[in-house]
């Protein structure tokens, strides 16, 4: 049949949902998009850690893919025109007849976001239907941590995300963190009202940094603080190594119970959908890069995630993992995250996501479009400029010593 398309968020769950969660790893951005859509009525919505006001942007559309021998949908999209779109399904071919539809519809599209051979694909067909320029913004790796087979309950009792006796782990499920990776000192804390105003101005920070749209980053902060999606990593403030030591000390008196802790990194979380949450952006403070906090804070939150409970920190017994207390909303603890899914630069190094256990499971392509461009227009001609006597130059005097 082709493209259906409808501007009902629910019709469109119950026609592509089942498609869309099948792959919920790959299809994070078009589920999270729809639950924002279905979730936030009153005029805003989330998509990643940006909103946008509704009165600016003129409307969502959504839409699947109906194969012509009438099976279960193959393809779908969310297109909201103040973003690019978001396609799911790697066909070449159902990208190009959707560049078609959209242009009948008279859709603005500022981009396209989608795996590399559709994002191909709806340029190609898109820049030669509306005249536009195409030009690359990012090409992205999808990795996905899975702590346990899909439909293992976590057991909420210590340890925190036991599997059942004799049930298999995945790849990247051992201990926590890897032998190979000592974290620096520091814990998870989950951000509070307290820490709006520090929120705010970190968005913005990493918005301007990654060249992203945001709304109103006190808005966003309001939300993401609403259900427990952000997280920072804390470090002691300005610790000597006689202090820093005493923190791994089983005997409490030898700790300072006035030490304070600062957060020198930060995390994003979206809201769970299909079982998944996506990291949706890590961003540490210039000053305090490449000491391995971005590394900590993701590997931590990873844990927290799947088992409910964070590694074992400063101050705590040792090798006991402890709870990490209004983490969306303590859902993790209810077993209600089985995959962590992150989006990555291409350009990071093929091990990165292994350091944590992560598998790569797709690769995607933002594509801006912009004004067409063609050939320099041609000056007005202009009359012929006189030409200067030429001959050779008059000889000069001879001066007499």
């Keep these: 049949m082709g493209w259906c398309t409808t501007s009902d968020v629910d019709r469109f769950a119950a026609a592509a949902g ?61 297109h909201d025109p103040a973003v690019p779109l978001l396609i799911s399904g790697r066909a070449p071919e159902m990208a190009a007849a959707l560049a078609a539809t959209l242009a009948k519809m008279g859709r603005h599209v500022c981009g396209v976001d989608a795996p590399t051979e559709a994002a191909d694909a709806f340029a190609a067909a898109w820049s030669q239907r509306a005249g536009a320029a195409v030009r690359a913004h990012r090409t992205c790796r999808v990795y996905r941590l899975t702590g346990f087979p899909q439909g293992t309950p976590l057991h909420g009792t210590p340890p925190y995300g036991t599997p059942p006796q004799g049930t298999p782990a995945l790849p990247g499920t051992g201990s926590w963190p890897p032998p190979e990776m000592p974290g620096p000192v520091g814990r998870l804390r989950v951000a509070t009202t307290e820490d709006r105003s520090l929120l705010a101005d970190w968005l ?18 309001a939300d993401l603080i609403s259900y427990g999606g952000a997280v920072f990593w804390e470090v002691p403030r300005n610790p000597s190594r006689i202090r820093e030591a005493a923190h791994y000390l089983p005997i409490p008196h030898h700790r300072d119970p006035a030490q304070v802790w600062e957060p020198v990194s930060l995390a994003t979380l979206t809201r769970p959908v299909a079982g998944t949450v996506r990291i949706s952006m890590v961003y540490t403070q210039p000053d305090r890069r490449r000491n391995g906090y971005a590394v900590a804070l993701t590997q931590a939150v990873s844990r927290a995630l799947l088992t409910g409970a964070a590694p074992a920190g400063p101050g705590d017994q040792a090798g006991v993992s402890r709870a990490v207390p209004g983490l969306l909303g303590s859902a993790s603890a209810r077993g209600c995250v089985r995959e962590v899914v992150m989006i990555t630069d291409k350009n990071r190094p093929d091990h990165w996501g292994g350091r944590f256990g992560y598998q790569v499971v797709s690769e995607r392509a933002v594509l801006r479009f912009g004004p067409a461009t063609g050939a320099m227009p041609r000056t007005p001609s202009t009359r012929s400029m006189p030409r200067l006597p030429t001959g050779p130059l008059p000889r000069l005097p001879r001066l007499r010593g």
């Design 18 to 78: 089942g498609h869309l969660r099948s792959r919920a790893a790959e299809n994070t951005l078009l589920l999270s998009a729809a639950q924002a859509a279905r979730s936030e009525p009153a005029g805003l919505r989330t998509r990643g850690a940006g909103r946008q006001p509704a009165a600016a942007e003129p409307g969502l559309l959504f839409g699947w893919w109906e194969p012509p021998d009438g099976g279960e949908p193959r393809g779908a999209f969310v």
């Design 204 to 221: 913005a920070a990493f918005a301007a940094e990654a060249a992203e749209r945001l709304g109103s980053p006190s808005d966003v902060a």
